[in-house]
Each structure stands twice: as structure tokens, then as C-alpha cells.
């Protein structure tokens, strides 16, 4: 009432707010901030005024970095409090409202003596703590995964022995080149046949499967502040759409915290983003110039000034189901603790744009349809998909989020979180993404990206052998070689599993007449299930998507997968020439599309 007496508010805003509020069960002045129905600073002036406070303006006085650093910046960031100027043995505190002081008073306290509170609008608070400890921010953003489990203390010797490696193999097909072509040989068929086998399990965990649970309800009040995170890089022609998009979310506004990290150097997405009159509720983050420009950087970076305790992370391109965070949360709420992370169901909204899309759509189906299920009720570690991904945010951060100088951090934090003791859950909520179809060359680019984070995080995992058998267990680690160390071997040797074709033809082979007809019978019997398997995933998947695309489109993955082997070559040089180089895909060149 006293805002409605102060004229912060009129009565028609203040019915809205308490409707609201009878959802949510959160604080009416969030609700009235999130929701746009009152404006800053008005309500920090009229909240300072009813409890005789005084307010701040952190902007035009800036805090004194002395002070932060005594509780750090990280927690200071992610309880909206700034430890703002000491007069005598008084620290003036500077918070967003009453209820934040008394919430955090006795650590303030113990930290500072005596303590005494002013008012600031929360956007304030949290851009003067990072102009303040901008460097220390950074710093930590690139740095926040454990040396032993990042990518970015590799050995110094590695690339040493790749090389070496390498022209051992040049010069045994020069000297004796059955040898390592039979060697070649071998791994590749073992490898196809535990990759196949793999997909099997999956496959008939999946069919044997009963229905899955109707979407769960909410079960505790008041509902969770739930944190949202997007990279943006040079995304300048698909910010306007995703602001709509997301706009589209039914969780309540004042639980929810979406944060736009943007480059400092991308003034054109900034731009954008400004002219796109973001709501309350939406708020751009600006990552500041590094050595390196990666998403899992500007991740690590926002996920300081977050709010929430469950932290989700979208693409550019994404446009996610509208009661997606709802059903998120309350399959959260219904796990146990070690349930730490939810992934949820990739999709294509452009399939039918040309034969890359189609069979873009038909991978994504079987891979978030039917492989990643099936590997979850297998037992085996779940390799993240880059968005539709929810997290404790406690479990998140407890193990140092993201590896900055991973180029597939969400693959790499998948194998962390379960060598860790936590799991990953699938649930059944859609995000629609844009399939990278412009052409042969942006794909092969994308998908050597995540092949090279694949080779990396393999290498990572596997500096100690023994502590990674002890932490995953036997199935654990079995699922992690043959999803990894297998499918790195697939797309690198695919040309030579492919050339065993033409022995079926009578054609020259370096094999010709070293292999028994039996043994090349048995090779063509094992190709056939193979591409029988991948069929099966592949229709069934298909058919779950409930896409439109023609069942028929399946089998042309068969000569569609050939074309990671180009990917694959690009990033193995890559590994040791370009290690930590993101290579960025173009996003929003299908157009605006209704059915996002």
C-alpha cells in the first residue's frame, strides 16, 4: 500500500502483482520489478524511504575493491551484496532490498563488524562489482576447472609424440604398408563393433522401456529462482528473435534470470539487443576481453551473476517449448540430490531446407531420442548436448563449471559431473535449433569442432587411467572409451572400413589375398548390421521426433556420415596446431520460421 500512497505503482499494477505473486509465492517487489510494473529507481527510492534507508548510487561512487575482496567477488555477485565504503568501523553495505540485508547480515558481520545497510537497484550493484574486480573476474572465467581435469594443462610433450606418431605410421605404409594397414584394420573393425554393440544396448533399452511419467507437478512453494544463460557472439541478425522466443516462457517472471553474455568487443549484438526493449527479467552481461573467446568462458564469466540456484543454458538459435523451466524444475524437485543436471530433447524447426537439414534432423532424432536415453538407462555417462541444460547450481559449481578451453565443454562436463558422483537425467521437453545446413564446408567446420573437443576430453579423462575406472566404474568406463575413443576412431578410419567394399568387386586392396574369404564375409556381415542398427536408431528416432520428414531420408545417412572423416582430419591437425580455436557457426540463415 505504501508504494500505491507514493505513486510508485497504481492499483490496476499493484491487482497484476499480487495475482502473480499467488503462483509463485515469491516477494511482491520482485514480482513488481520482473514484471515491469514498477520502475527502477522510483521503487529502490520509495523501499529506502518506507524503511528509512538511504540509497546509494554505486555508478557515480564507485566501491572500494579492498572491501570485496574480503567476502569475494564471486559471492558478493551472487548475493546481491557490495561491501560499498567504511566510515570508521561501519561498513555501508549496499543491497537491493530490506529482506537481502537480514538474509546475509550475519556472514556480513563476521566479515566486516559492524554492518549497516543502503539501497541500490540490483543491476547497479552488480555492474560496479565488476567494474571493480573486472580483472579477477576474468581471470577466474578462464580458470575455474581444476588443472588436472581442464584441457588447458596438457602435457607439454603431447603434440611431440602426435607427430612422432604420425610419421611412424607415414613411414610404415612407405617401408611395409600391410603392416599398419592390417594394425589400421583390426581397430577399426573393433571399434565398429563396439560402437554398434553400444547402440544396441541402447537401442533395446529404450524399446524395452516403459512409457515415461506424465509431466510431473510443482511440489514446493515458493518456486525456485532459475538462472538462464546465452553466449552471444556475433549474433547480431538472431538477437531480435531470441528475445521473442524466450520471451515465450511460462515460468514465472519473477523466479526467472536470463542472462545475455555478450563480448565486450561485439558491439553489433549489443546494439541489437538494446534495440530489442528487453524485459525486466532479461539483462546483458558483458564478458570481458580475454586470450581466449569461447562460449564456455562467457559462461563460466555470467554464472557469477547469476541469482539462481538451478542454472540452464540456451543457444542463440534456440526456441524451447514454453513450459519447458516448469517441467525442469519440478523433475528437479522430484530427484534426489545427485541428480545434478537435466538435459532435454534437441530438434530441428528447418528440416526441410535442403539433404544436410533432412539428415541433420534424422542424427539429432536418434542421437536425443533413442542414444542418449538408452546410455542413461544403460548407466553409462551421458556426453552434454551445448543447451537445454539445467543445473544444481551448488553441484555446478563444485566442480568448477565449464573448461574455458574445451571446444566441447558440454561433452567434457558430462563425463566431469558423473566421474563426480552426480548424474545426468533426460526429460521429455523439446528445444527447437536451427540445423547448420548453408553448406558442406559450415558443416564440416561445426562438426570438427566437437570432434576435436571429443579428442581433447578423451585425453583429459584419460591422464589417469585407473582413477577414471575407480570413479566411473567398469561400465562407466567401457560407455566412455567406445563413446569417445570408438567414435574418434570411426570418422578417422571410415575410409578404410569403405574400402573393403571393393574387395566384394574383385577390385586391388592392400588386404587382396591376406584376408580369408571367410574373414571378408564375416566383415561384410558386420557392415550390413551395422547400417541395419543405425537404420533401426535412426527410423525410431524418426518416428519419436514426430517430424515430417519421409522415412526414406534414413538411409541416406549412409552417405552422409562419410563426411565427419573430413571433419575428423581437420580436427586432429587442428588438436595440435589450433587446440583451443573456436570454430563459430552462422546462425539465423534459415530466416525467420513460424513453427519456432
Not at 230 to 249: K, N, S, T
Not at 292 to 301: D, E, F, I, Q, V
Not at 550 to 562: E, M, Q, S, T
Request: aromatic content about 8%.
Amino acid at each position: 500500500m505504501f508504494l500505491l500512497a507514493e505513486g510508485v505503482i497504481g492499483s490496476v499494477e499493484l491487482v497484476k502483482a499480487l495475482a502473480l505473486r499467488a503462483f509463485s509465492r515469491g516477494d511482491v517487489i520482485e514480482v513488481l520489478r520482473a514484471n515491469g510494473l514498477a520502475r527502477e529507481p522510483a521503487l529502490t527510492q520509495a523501499l529506502a524511504r518506507y524503511h528509512g534507508l538511504s540509497c546509494a548510487a554505486p555508478r557515480d561512487i564507485p566501491p572500494d575493491p579492498r572491501l570485496i575482496d574480503r567476502i569475494g567477488a564471486e559471492a558478493c555477485l551472487r548475493d546481491g551484496v557490495l561491501p560499498w565504503r567504511r566510515a570508521g568501523n561501519l561498513t555501508v553495505v549496499l543491497v537491493p532490498d530490506p529482506a537481502t540485508f537480514r538474509r546475509h547480515r550475519p556472514a556480513l558481520e563476521a566479515a566486516f563488524g559492524r554492518v549497516t545497510p543502503a539501497l541500490a537497484p540490483r543491476a547497479e550493484i552488480q555492474a560496479a562489482i565488476g567494474n571493480a574486480r573486472r580483472d579477477a573476474l576474468r581471470a577466474r572465467a578462464q580458470a575455474r576447472t581444476a588443472p588436472d581435469e581442464s584441457c588447458r594443462t596438457r602435457g607439454r610433450r603431447q603434440p611431440f609424440l602426435f607427430v612422432l606418431l604420425v610419421l611412424l605410421l607415414v613411414l610404415g605404409l612407405a617401408l611395409v604398408p600391410v603392416v599398419p594397414v592390417l594394425l589400421l584394420t583390426a581397430w577399426a573393425l573393433l571399434s565398429l563393433v563396439l560402437v554398434t554393440g553400444l547402440k544396441f544396448l541402447a537401442l533395446r533399452a529404450v524399446l524395452d522401456a516403459r512409457p515415461p511419467d506424465p509431466a510431473p507437478a510443482l511440489a514446493v512453494l515458493p518456486l525456485p529462482v532459475v538462472s538462464v544463460m546465452v553466449a552471444l557472439y556475433r549474433e547480431a541478425g538472431i538477437a531480435p528473435r531470441l528475445v521473442q522466443r524466450l520471451g515465450r516462457l511460462d515460468y514465472p517472471r519473477d523466479r526467472l534470470d536470463l542472462l545475455l553474455a555478450v563480448e565486450e568487443n561485439d558491439a553489433a549484438t549489443r546494439k541489437a539487443l538494446d534495440r530489442s526493449d528487453l524485459p525486466p527479467w532479461m539483462r546483458i552481461i558483458v564478458v570481458p576481453e580475454g586470450t581466449l573467446k569461447t562460449k564456455p568462458r562467457a559462461l563460466n564469466y555470467a554464472l557469477d551473476f547469476c541469482r539462481g540456484s538451478i542454472v540452464g543454458v540456451y543457444d542463440a538459435e534456440d526456441a524451447p517449448e514454453a513450459d519447458q523451466i516448469t517441467r525442469v524444475v519440478a523433475h528437479l524437485q522430484r530427484s534426489d540430490d545427485k541428480v545434478a543436471c537435466v538435459q532435454g530433447v534437441l530438434d530441428f524447426y528447418n528440416p526441410g531446407m535442403n539433404w544436410i537439414s533432412r539428415c541433420f534432423t534424422v542424427e539429432y532424432a536418434g542421437w536425443f531420442r533413442v542414444m542418449l536415453p538408452g546410455l542413461q538407462l544403460l548407466g553409462i555417462p551421458l556426453p552434454l548436448g551445448g543447451t537445454t541444460l539445467f543445473f544444481r547450481r551448488a553441484a555446478l559449481e563444485s566442480l568448477g563449471a565449464w573448461d574455458a578451453h574445451n571446444v566441447t565443454e558440454d561433452a567434457d562436463l558430462g563425463i566431469r559431473l558423473a566421474r563426480h558422483g552426480y548424474r545426468t537425467e533426460m526429460i521429455d521437453s523439446v528445444t527447437g535449433e536451427e540445423a547448420n545446413c548453408a553448406s558442406l564446408v559450415s558443416w564440416v567446420r561445426q562438426r570438427s569442432r566437437w570432434i576435436k573437443g571429443y579428442m581433447m576430453t578423451w585425453a583429459v579423462h584419460m591422464r589417469d587411467p585407473v582413477l577414471l575406472w575407480r570413479q566411473l566404474g567398469p561400465r562407466g568406463f567401457l560407455g566412455f572409451q567406445i563413446l569417445f575413443l570408438g567414435s574418434i576412431s570411426q570418422a578417422l578410419l571410415a575410409p578404410l572400413l569403405i574400402s573393403f567394399w571393393a574387395m566384394t568387386f574383385r577390385q586391388p586392396h592392400p588386404l587382396s589375398g591376406l584376408v580369408p574369404g571367410a574373414a571378408t564375409f564375416a566383415m561384410i556381415c558386420l557392415f550390413v548390421l551395422a547400417e541395419g542398427v543405425n537404420l533401426a536408431i535412426g527410423l525410431l528416432g524418426l518416428r519419436r521426433a514426430r517430424q515430417t520428414i519421409h522415412p526414406l531420408w534414413v538411409p541416406a545417412l549412409h552417405f552422409y556420415h562419410p563426411f565427419a572423416t573430413l571433419a575428423a582430419y581437420k580436427a586432429l591437425w587442428e588438436v595440435v596446431a589450433r587446440p583451443f580455436y573456436w570454430d563459430k557457426t552462422a546462425h539465423g540463415v534459415s530466416g525467420p520460421v513460424s513453427a519456432a
